[in-house]
């Protein structure tokens, strides 16, 4: 899948701000119905996270790798972690 044709880069990050703006409003919203982070993984075809993946490389090629701080740890102050962007919104 290819970016909308005339949508510039800053304009597809904008749609995404907004997009990712909606869903957190909408999780606010949701009831507590006692589900963890391990519940969400079963039952998922195991392709599906790469064909999302994808999808993303495509329409926001200048994302990618970041880095990123690990909550403090006195005894590795300076511990930081490589996270991915895409991978990021492909989890969402």
């Known amino acids: 899948m290819r ?4 949508m510039s880069a800053e ?3 904008k749609q995404l701000l907004l997009m990712l703006s909606r869903l957190e ?3 606010l919203e949701l009831p507590d119905i006692g ?3 391990a519940d969400d993984v079963d039952g998922v075809r195991p392709n599906t ?3 999302r993946r994808a999808v993303i490389e495509n329409a ?3 994302l990618g790798l970041y880095q990123s701080v690990r909550p403090f740890n006195p005894d590795n ?3 930081t972690v490589v996270g ?3 991978d990021d919104l492909a989890e969402i």
């Open 77 to 79: 102050p300076q511990d």
């Open 11 to 13: 304009d597809r990050r």
């Open 3 to 6: 970016p909308p044709k005339g």
């Open 49 to 51: 996270h790469y064909e």
């Open 84 to 86: 991915d962007a895409i």
């Open 60 to 62: 926001f090629p200048e």
């Open 25 to 27: 409003v909408a999780c």
């Open 35 to 37: 589900l963890d982070d």
